[in-house]
């Protein structure tokens, strides 16, 4: 049975419970993360748990310094507890809440515990056959607050724009603020235009993506030229390639975007360099075999 943490303890999924005063049920006051494992070998682990310290600290959720390391011995943990530690592929979910008080808008004073939940699950990358097709990505209003690069609960905007990327056939949804293409839904954006690739710089307005960074550590060994600067949607009719980032995303070509091919409508050189690099980044410190191949699984 699905055994998941929740508040110091492991338990069988069902029997988890938290109280209806939870501040992350009533306003999304909290915080996630979501870290791969690669045969049961964590990636980049602490650059995870240094965003959520990040999120924490913006949001001014007390945590104390023995909590936060519990947090990353429970990673392990879960995966053991769930079989998980020889999948080839897994995610830990780990989110923390401002905790369970009655209902105030302002911080409840004394502040409660945080509510801490984690769970582990199996995660795959799409056939190489999926893979070389590439996926379609429709342009969705960015309709989330000023804050998009802290890693919140509060995920509505989200939801609704890959309900609507779902609803039009398409796997992703590409958010557009004041003419610009920022990211996707749950994943950073890179648009390849000639042998450079371009991504919105970190900002307030996109996540610091981990793989993201992982991504633009790759292209750079690879002497692929990255700039970071914003990426003004008139330019994607001269895009040659375009790519999403992320955890389970991991590198996800993109050859349609509102219908119209980009580029040739095919999955190009830069994207397979960059999937290359990135799965050689993983292997490398996960102690992973190599995949062959592009998107080979
Ligand atoms: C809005 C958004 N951007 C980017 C990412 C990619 O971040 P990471 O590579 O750390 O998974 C995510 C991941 O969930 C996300 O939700």
């Given at each position: ?10 338990l ?41 310290r ?14 936060l ?11 053991v ?29 004394p ?56 609803a ?52 750079r ?59 050689e ?10 995949p ?6």
């Open positions: 049975m699905e055994q998941v943490y929740l508040n110091g303890a492991f069988p999924k069902g029997e988890a419970r938290i109280p209806v005063d939870d501040r992350g049920f009533l306003f999304g006051d909290g915080v996630y993360e979501v870290t791969p494992f690669y045969g049961g070998v964590p990636f980049r682990l602490p650059r995870h748990l240094a965003r959520m990040r999120g924490l600290a913006a949001l001014q959720i007390p945590i104390e310094a023995q909590g390391e519990a947090l990353e011995a429970l990673h392990e943990e879960i995966l507890r769930n079989g998980l530690e020889g999948a080839e592929m897994a995610i830990v979910y780990l989110q923390v809440t401002r905790g369970a008080a009655p209902r105030t808008h302002h911080f409840p004073d502040a409660p515990a945080p509510t801490v939940y984690a769970y582990a699950r199996a995660f795959q990358r799409p056939s190489g056959e999926e893979w070389e097709k590439g996926f379609g990505a429709i342009t969705v209003p960015d309709l989330r607050w000023a804050r998009a690069d802290l890693k919140t609960v509060q995920l509505l905007p989200n939801v609704m724009a890959q309900q609507a990327a779902r039009a056939g398409v796997a992703d949804a590409l958010l557009v603020r004041d003419g610009l293409a920022l990211e996707g839904a749950h994943s950073n954006l890179c648009v390849v235009f000639g042998d450079r690739v371009v991504t919105h710089p970190l900002s307030n307005q996109v996540l610091p993506g981990i793989t993201r960074e992982a991504v633009l550590e790759a292209a060994a690879r002497g692929i030229p990255v700039e970071e600067r914003p990426i003004p949607m008139t330019e994607l009719p001269d895009a040659t390639e375009v790519f999403f980032t992320g955890t389970t995303t991991e590198v996800r070509p993109t050859v349609q975007v509102d219908g119209k091919p980009v580029g040739d409508g095919k999955v190009g050189p830069v994207t397979r360099e960059i999937q290359e690099g990135f799965l980044l993983v292997a490398r410190e996960c102690w992973v075999e190599h062959v191949g592009a998107g080979a699984r």
